[in-house]
Nanobody
Framework: VQLQASGGGLVQPGGSLRLSCRAS????????LGWFRQAPGKERVFVAV????????DYADSVKGRSTISRDDTDNTLYLQLNSLKPEDTAVYYC????????????????WGQGTQVTVSS
């Protein structure tokens, strides 16, 4: 099983990034998928989730209205579009996969990617 996150980088406040997570080694279309982030010295926290069908999504209040999670099951790839980025969005972003129907906590996820760094700074 492998989840390879990419797309992070240095961006100015107000900018945008699109994170990707390419998966392999499991039945991608059967899993709910999520994004989490971990800022320096802080716990890893929930950012967004999408269910296996792709019809249901949810976001943390901190990114709601500025982010879109999506999936492409033909390419086994998960995405997170981040807009209107703020310095407080700076963190390592992790993608994860869960066998549960609607995983809302970190412990509900079975597989994790290695993370991609997002830095928002002028």
């Amino acid at each position: 099983v492998q989840l390879q996150a990419s797309g992070g980088g240095l961006v100015q406040p107000g900018g945008s990034l699109r994170l990707s997570c390419r998966a392999s080694g499991f039945t991608f279309g059967s899993y709910a998928l999520g994004w989490f982030r971990q800022a320096p010295g802080k716990e890893r926290v929930f950012v967004a989730v999408i269910n296996a069908s792709g019809r249901r999504t949810d976001y943390a209040d901190s990114v709601k209205g500025r982010s879109t999670i999506s999936r492409d099951d033909t390419d086994n790839t998960l995405y997170l579009q981040l807009n209107s980025l703020k310095p407080e969005d700076t963190a390592v972003y992790y993608c994860a996969a869960s066998r549960r129907t609607w995983p809302t906590s970190r412990i509900a996820y079975n597989y994790w990617g290695q993370g991609t760094q997002v830095t928002v700074s002028s």
